[in-house]
């Protein structure tokens, strides 16, 4: 059996140990503690752009990205904005030669020039008596709709090979335009039963 005294020195040094056990799991305990609570305030901060590990800089890593989405951006609405110029240009300059073919229409068929004693009126057959009398206020105001408040020029040239010619031209305007449309056609000039000239006719409309 061993002596008393070394019994309790036996006992003193296993205390000490247990006791420096517990003081070391404390530590570890603490420090488990910390660590968790660190990495939370991290993650919780680097939600709303200041986190030490992704916060700052992970914004300012997509700012390029961002530039990048807003130039394309204004790439495409500027393409889209230019490409309905164009499409809303060629539809007004289509329109605008559809006008001119339409008031050439109406001078074929104006009462100021075409024959109508037979009560038959034909479309491009015009009146010697009426073709000197052709003015600009007459037309404007009787084909007002058909020019749309838009200069006009028309020409009816006698080509026939008789000796009297029926030429006439009247202008509303010397001012140049911008955009400008001119149609062509055949007609024809009654004198008499038996004599017919040959003539070209010349509108054109200008803005």
Request: a positive charge; zero cysteines; charged letters at 30%.
């Given at each position: 059996?061993?002596?008393?005294?070394?019994?309790?020195?036996?006992?003193?040094?296993?205390?000490?140990?247990?006791?420096?056990?517990?003081?070391?799991?404390?530590?570890?305990?603490?420090?488990?503690?910390?660590?968790?609570?660190?990495?939370?305030?991290?993650?919780?901060?680097?939600?709303?752009?200041?986190?030490?590990?992704?916060?700052?800089?992970?914004?300012?890593?997509?700012?390029?990205?961002?530039?990048?989405?807003?130039?394309?951006?204004?790439?495409?609405?500027?393409?889209?904005?230019?490409?309905?110029?164009?499409?809303?240009?060629?539809?007004?300059?289509?329109?605008?030669?559809?006008?001119?073919?339409?008031?050439?229409?109406?001078?074929?068929?104006?009462?100021?020039?075409?024959?109508?004693?037979?009560?038959?009126?034909?479309e491009g057959?015009?009146?010697?008596?009426?073709?000197?009398?052709?003015?600009?206020?007459?037309?404007?105001?009787?084909?007002?709709?058909?020019?749309?408040?838009?200069?006009?020029?028309?020409?009816?040239?006698?080509?026939?090979?008789?000796?009297?010619?029926?030429?006439?031209?009247?202008?509303?305007?010397?001012?140049?335009?911008?955009r400008r449309?001119?149609?062509?056609?055949?007609?024809?000039?009654?004198?008499?039963?038996?004599?017919?000239?040959?003539?070209?006719?010349?509108?054109?409309?200008?803005?």
């Amino acid at each position: 059996m061993l002596p008393k005294r070394y019994l309790s020195a036996r006992y003193a040094r296993s205390g000490a140990m247990i006791v420096q056990k517990y003081i070391r799991r404390q530590r570890y305990v603490r420090y488990l503690q910390r660590y968790r609570y660190e990495r939370h305030r991290y993650r919780k901060i680097g939600r709303f752009g200041f986190g030490k590990r992704d916060g700052v800089a992970g914004f300012f890593e997509e700012i390029p990205a961002l530039i990048l989405a807003t130039i394309g951006m204004s790439i495409f609405f500027i393409t889209a904005l230019m490409a309905y110029s164009n499409y809303m240009g060629q539809q007004e300059a289509i329109k605008f030669v559809d006008d001119g073919d339409a008031f050439s229409k109406a001078i074929r068929n104006y009462k100021g020039l075409v024959y109508d004693a037979d009560g038959h009126p034909i479309e491009g057959r015009f009146d010697y008596f009426k073709v000197p009398n052709l003015n600009v206020t007459n037309v404007s105001k009787d084909l007002n709709v058909k020019i749309k408040n838009r200069h006009f020029i028309v020409e009816i040239k006698d080509v026939s090979d008789y000796d009297t010619h029926y030429d006439v031209r009247i202008e509303s305007s010397s001012r140049e335009g911008l955009r400008r449309t001119e149609v062509l056609s055949t007609v024809y000039i009654r004198v008499t039963d038996d004599e017919s000239h040959l003539a070209r006719l010349i509108t054109e409309i200008w803005v």
